[in-house]
């Protein structure tokens, strides 16, 4: 357990972030999968894969994503859509 004030302060606010971050995560998964499931079904819906380019962007921006982790997923479902577009 924490015995100054600051480190009881650092750990209620490393609290707090994690939290928030933990919902910001789920949310960019739950956008993520749905832009993945309409490729899979062989259709590109531009609205679900700008929505969830952009949500990873937000991600990474707030430090909720490491820049790298959020290009990589952009990157993978890109890749996706591109081929199933080309079909």
Known sequence: MANTKSA???IRISEDRRIRNNSYRARVRT???K???TVAK???DASA???AISMLDKAASKGVLHKNNAARR???LMK???AVAAK
Do not use: Y
Request: net charge positive; charged share 35%.
């Open 80 to 82: 996706k859509a591109n």
């Open 8 to 10: 009881i302060k650092r």
């Open 42 to 44: 062989g259709t590109v």
């Open 31 to 33: 956008i993520v999968k």
């Open 35 to 37: 832009a993945e499931q």
């Open 74 to 76: 952009k990157s993978r």
């Open 49 to 51: 894969l700008q929505a």
